[in-house]
């Protein structure tokens, strides 16, 4: 019996072990890319790209590898963008204290949000996520400290840890970069953790988990939190970037964009949400003269892609990949 199973047990091993070097290699190259990019790419743009594509990232996780459909992630993204905001400018705070008051917001409201909507399933549960986002865009849009309808503007860059200068974009890059690189690497190995394989588990079939004796609720509302402390994360790096929190961040079509970014990618991927938003910022900066007709656009793309790419486009090429692989094999 030994000798027969070990070249079965060998096999997906040594595929494994491959497929993690290729991972590893790629991540090298891609934080090489990065850290040269602003030298010839305006960094704003690219700042604006990482927040988006941590933004993904982040609803990816409860999408794509939990199996829950959030209409009101906006919330969280928004939600943060302000605490950041006023923490900073009316506080007086330090951007680093401004990120973390965004951060904890947004992990509380995700508290509160899951302990709501995390009983309801599918329609229901993403009808829920809506409810409730649209109640939290209303609030902001009449609270005294969110501005209104002009939001909290020219929101200072004061000195990181009282140290680093990011009123020089070039600096911000290189901050808003280690911040998405946490963000994702967080991410990352909260996937390929065992707290990870159950959510997946959840995911295929999820009374199989709880009949294996796994608690899915808690599962999914630890996800859900984690999910909205990311998001809050996102939020709150562009705060710096862009200096703005605008009731643009709380709106629905937000939550519509980061489920656009992350279909388009490549859902339950790790870097299609990353390319979903790269794709969807360049539209919408280098073809923002076209006016509302952008929108169009990115309906047509959004048609296309999932009529022709049902698995995104990153989830595509893994797919030919594999196929080639097994071609291969046999």
């Known amino acids: 019996?030994?000798?027969?199973?070990?070249?079965s047990a060998g096999v997906p091993a040594a595929t494994a072990s491959g497929a993690s070097s290729l991972t590893v290699i790629f991540g090298i190259l891609a934080v090489g890319v990065m850290l040269v990019?602003?030298?010839?790419?305006?960094?704003?743009?690219?700042?604006?790209?990482?927040?988006?594509?941590?933004?993904?990232?982040?609803?990816n996780l409860l999408l794509g590898f939990t199996g829950l459909l959030s209409f009101g992630h906006a919330m969280f993204f928004g939600g943060s963008a302000y605490i950041c905001a006023h923490t900073i400018?009316?506080?007086?705070?330090?951007?680093e204290l401004g990120?973390?008051?965004g951060v904890a917001f947004a992990a509380f409201l995700g508290l509160l949000t899951g302990l709501l909507a995390i009983r309801r399933q599918g329609i229901y549960f993403a009808m829920v996520t809506l409810a409730l986002a649209q109640m939290f865009f209303f609030f902001c849009l009449q609270a005294p400290f969110t501005g209104g309808e002009d939001g909290l503007q020219a929101v200072p860059r004061r000195a990181l840890f009282g140290v680093i200068d990011i009123t020089k974009d070039i600096n911000l890059y290189y901050v808003v970069l280690a911040i998405f690189l946490f963000g994702f690497l967080v991410?990352?190995?909260?996937?390929?953790?065992?707290?990870?394989?159950?959510?997946?588990?959840?995911?295929?079939n999820e009374p199989r988990a709880i009949s294996l004796g796994y608690r899915a609720n808690q599962y999914k509302l630890l996800a859900f939190v984690l999910s909205a402390a990311l998001s809050g994360l996102a939020g709150s790096t562009k705060v710096l970037v862009f200096q703005l929190?605008?009731?643009?961040?709380?709106a629905w079509q937000m939550s519509g964009e980061v489920i656009l970014m992350t279909l388009v990618g490549g859902m339950g991927t790790i870097l299609g949400p990353i390319v979903g938003a790269a794709v969807i910022v360049t539209m919408q900066n280098y073809l923002a003269g076209l006016g509302e007709w952008v929108l169009v656009i990115q309906g047509v793309i959004f048609v296309l892609a999932v009529s022709l790419f049902r698995r995104g486009f990153v989830g595509e090429i893994i797919a030919?990949?594999?196929?080639?692989?097994a071609r291969k094999a046999g």
């Not at 929190?245 to 709380?250: E, F, G, I, K, R």
């Open 1 to 7: 019996m030994s000798s027969t199973s070990s070249p």
């Open 37 to 59: 990019a602003p030298f010839g790419v305006y960094p704003v743009f690219l700042m604006k790209v990482m927040c988006f594509a941590l933004f993904a990232c982040a609803f």
């Open 89 to 95: 400018k009316v506080m007086g705070l330090s951007p």
């Open 99 to 101: 990120i973390l008051a």
């Open 187 to 204: 991410i990352y190995r909260t996937i390929h953790s065992p707290f990870g394989q159950v959510l997946k588990a959840i995911r295929e």
């Open 245 to 250: 929190a605008s009731l643009t961040d709380v």
């Open 320 to 325: 030919i990949a594999q196929q080639m692989k």
